[in-house]
């Protein structure tokens, strides 16, 4: 079980104040959508809650660990942030097999069973270079759930996707919920976030503004 709490957590960056004095409780079992324009501190949140920056002022702690004092990083956790770089000269599985070899925790099977979730080919020589966007959107996914994290952290990932990639998202994203993970979401169309989020939170310049439970935002 995760359990995470942000507690009045600031980022200033270049005496520009990007999350101001945030606070939130995070639990396994639950998906959570991140709600806002550009540029409201979605994926600045999701930097912090990953441990890829420092809060200004404020502590993320993670069952009890704080972050960046206990622990460096989320001990265990899945990211899909902007833009996702592999290797142009590898395959998809080249590419997440190297990944894997990291941590030793994803076998050949879990990487292939993990593209074929994604509609991805495991079989395919085809080299990152080639793909279409679309493609390497799902090889990112693919890259943050192969794991079977604790924390599955997804930021825009219907980008790029036609309806069949969306719907792919949707089972992904319900997935990993009934594995227990807990999922953080963002996503710029809202009947999408709707559907897959059980709390919503709502941001602005840097604020969070409102906590939704439910579908209703």
Do not use: W
């Not at 495991?122 to 990152?128: H, V």
């Amino acid at each position: 079980m995760m359990h995470i709490i942000v507690s009045h957590v600031s980022k200033t960056i270049k005496n520009n104040p990007v999350i101001r004095d945030i606070s939130m409780e995070l639990h396994s079992g639950v998906v959570y959508g991140f709600k806002g324009i550009n540029g409201s501190g979605k994926t600045m949140l999701m930097r912090l809650i990953c441990g890829l920056i420092r809060p200004t002022q404020g502590e993320i702690s993670m069952n009890g660990k704080i972050l960046g004092k206990d622990i460096s990083f989320p001990e265990s956790i899945g990211i899909f942030l902007e833009n996702p770089a592999f290797l142009d000269a590898y395959s998809g599985f080249q590419n997440l097999k190297l990944l894997a070899s990291i941590k030793s925790v994803a076998s050949d099977a879990d990487i292939r069973n993990t593209l074929l979730r994604v509609g991805l080919d495991p079989d395919s020589r085809k080299n990152y270079k080639k793909y279409s966007l679309g493609m390497k959107q799902r090889l990112g996914i693919a890259a943050a759930v192969m794991e079977k994290p604790d924390i599955v952290i997804l930021d825009e990932p219907t980008n790029s996707l036609d309806e069949g990639g969306v719907n792919l998202v949707k089972r992904i994203v319900q997935d990993e919920k009934e594995r227990g993970a807990l999922v953080i979401i963002s996503c710029h169309d809202a009947e999408i976030l709707k559907g897959l989020s059980d709390e919503t939170f709502l941001l602005e310049q840097g604020r969070l503004v409102g906590h939704i439970t439910g579908g209703n935002i």
